[in-house]
């Protein structure tokens, strides 16, 4: 009579150390799995304020160059800081500029075309000539007559129009609203119709238009949302500047050696992710 065979099988301390084993694997698993969701979440992070900083300064720089001279300004609170300039519409060179004491309100300036020979017109309820804005309050205050308003142009050639193709001497007759004070050296006048506002508040910048006006406005709502997670701390007036500032916009003046430039300095911030920008924009245009 043959003898029982025990059967083949796990013991009670092999299922422990196996479990233990496992255990010890998926912890480390887990861990390396955590460890490349964080890295992906971070580079998400900071690959998205990179892209919001990137979009917001570049196209600020573009626009910012592009200013009437001396009319960057800011105002603000601790809660909102407004940078604001005004765009040039169209730029050129006057043979005929009136001048005070004179009445006289015909300006003649170089035909108003591109390359492309596309004319620009001025649209003659809302553009103005500004000639020899050396300060801010030349381009907003309207009783410093360094900025008049534009009533009529019309073409010196065949046609009706202003600054068409065909005018025999390349000249436009504009009429504005009177004579200016002073001349510019280099006898450029330029054209615009509006003001733009890049504002900070509530951890973002929002964009805005508005009128030409002697007092700058402050906007505390609306526009067009530009970019956000700006963890700058705003001070009580952006106007009053110190090195130590963390204002997002720092103006310095014109001088005998150099044009105005603005200094962009935005602190984006993301899940503890900062990226910080200094940026320095001239106003590449003379009075």
Known sequence: MKGLHARAGFTLIELITT?????????????????????FSDVTERDRILGDSRFVVQRMTRELR???????????????????FVPIDYSTFYTQLPLLPAADTALEV?????????????????????????????????SLNRRRA?????DDGPDTGCASADSPTNTAQLTVAGAFAAGSPAERVYFASRANSYC?????????????????????SGGVLM?????????????????GSDDPFRLFDATLLRNAFVQLRLRFELNEEVVNYHHEVHVANVP
């Open 110 to 142: 170089v035909e108003m075309s591109d390359i492309d020979n596309n004319v620009y017109v001025p649209d003659t309820l809302s553009t103005f000539a500004f000639v020899f804005t050396t300060r801010a309050v030349d381009v907003y205050d309207p």
């Open 200 to 220: 900070v508040r509530d951890e973002a910048i929002y964009f805005h238009q508005s009128d030409i006006t002697a007092a700058q406005p402050v906007f505390t």
């Open 150 to 154: 534009v009533e009529a142009c019309e």
């Open 19 to 39: 479990l233990v084993i496992l255990v010890i694997v998926s912890v480390g698993i887990s861990g390396f799995i955590r460890s490349s969701m964080q890295v």
């Open 227 to 243: 970019a956000e997670n700006i963890a700058n701390t705003l001070s009580a007036n952006p106007a009053v500047q110190s090195s």
């Open 66 to 84: 592009d200013a009437v001279p001396s009319s960057l300004r800011v105002a603000g609170n601790s809660s909102v800081h407004c940078l604001q």
